[in-house]
C-alpha cells in the first residue's frame, strides 16, 4: 500500500493563513517541513481522503503525481478543512474534457447530503456517484477494503476515521484524522485489528486547550501504546497545527523515544 501525505496541516494551514505569530513566522522562516497545507492523503494513486481547500495548490505542487486521475474520494467528515465540496464542479466536461466515469465518493449519510446541496446536478450528469458509508461496516473502494470507525470530533456529526486493508498482502493502516480519544465502542473495535502503520492527528500538541475533538501529543503516545501494531509498523503524527506550539524539529525530537515519527507534506510510505 502507498501512502502520500497531500497535507499535514490543520483547518488554518501551518503557518496559518491569517496569523504571525512567534511560532508562523518561526515556521516560515524555516520553510521546507514546516510548512504544511490542509490534511488528506492519497493511496495507490487512484483513493484520496478528504479534499480540503488547497486540492489545486497539491496538483500543482506535485506534478509527478497526476491528483487529477483518482477514482475515489473519502470523507473523513464536512469541516471545511476536509470538505471543499464545490470545487467537484470542475469535474464537469465544460472543464475536465478529458476525465472518464464518474468519480465515487464516499461519506456518511450526513456528508452526502451535504455534498449533494453544494453540487447537486453533478449527481444528475452523472459525474459523481455517491456511496454512503456505515459505521464499523467494511466496503470495497477500488482494490482497497475500507472499514470506517467512528471518530470523536464533532457532536453534531457523524465522524469517520479509517481503517484500509489490502487483501493481496494483508496490509492493514489506521487513519485517525480528525479526532479526541475514542469513544470505548472505537477502541474495543480497534483492539484485536494487527495494523502494519497508523497515522494520527496531533491538533493540539502540547497546548493547553481543553477542546476534546483533537489530541494532544501526550494524548497520541498513550493511543499508540492502545493499538495492536505490528512490530516495526510506522506511526506518524499528522494534523499539526501552529497553536500546538510545536515545530516540526521539536515535536519530532518529543515524538522520537515513544518511536513516533512526525509527518510533513509530500512524504510518502510503503507498507
Ligand atoms: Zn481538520
Ligand atoms: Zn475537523
Not at 520553510?31 to 481547500?53: A, E, M, W, Y
Request: glycine share 8%.
Amino acid at each position: 500500500m502507498n501512502v502520500f501525505f497531500l497535507g499535514t496541516g490543520a483547518a488554518e494551514g501551518f503557518p496559518a493563513l491569517f496569523s504571525r505569530t512567534p511560532i508562523n513566522r518561526e515556521a516560515l522562516r524555516r520553510g521546507g517541513k514546516n510548512l504544511r497545507l490542509r490534511s488528506g492523503i492519497l493511496l495507490d494513486k487512484t483513493i484520496r481522503v478528504d479534499l480540503c481547500p488547497d486540492a489545486l495548490a497539491q496538483v500543482h505542487k506535485y506534478p509527478e503525481r497526476d491528483l487529477t486521475a483518482i477514482q475515489h474520494l473519502l470523507f473523513t467528515h464536512t469541516h471545511d478543512d476536509h470538505f471543499a465540496a464545490r470545487e467537484l464542479q470542475y469535474l464537469s466536461c465544460n472543464f475536465a474534457p478529458d476525465r472518464e466515469g464518474p468519480l465515487q465518493v464516499w461519506g456518511s449519510e450526513q456528508a452526502l447530503t451535504k455534498l449533494q446541496g453544494e453540487v447537486k446536478h453533478f449527481f444528475e450528469a452523472p459525474l459523481l456517484r455517491s456511496c454512503v458509508l456505515e459505521p464499523f461496516v467494511e466496503v470495497q473502494v477500488g482494490h482497497l477494503f475500507v472499514t470506517p470507525i467512528t471518530a470523536y470530533h464533532k457532536s453534531d456529526e457523524l465522524c469517520f476515521n479509517f481503517l484500509f486493508r489490502e487483501a493481496e498482502t494483508d496490509k492493514r493502516l489506521l487513519y485517525a484524522s480528525d479526532t479526541g480519544w475514542y469513544a470505548p465502542k472505537t477502541w474495543e473495535f480497534l483492539e484485536s485489528i494487527p495494523l502494519d502503520g497508523a497515522i494520527i492527528e496531533c491538533g493540539r500538541g502540547v497546548s493547553q486547550s481543553t477542546y476534546e475533538g483533537h489530541l494532544t501529543l501526550e494524548q497520541c503516545i498513550a493511543f499508540k501504546e492502545k493499538l495492536a501494531l505490528k512490530l516495526g509498523a510506522p506511526i506518524y503524527l499528522t494534523h499539526i497545527c501552529h497553536t500546538g506550539l510545536l515545530l516540526h524539529e521539536e515535536m519530532s525530537e518529543l515524538c522520537a523515544p515513544h518511536g513516533i515519527s512526525v509527518a510533513y507534506d509530500g512524504l510518502e510510505l510503503s507498507l
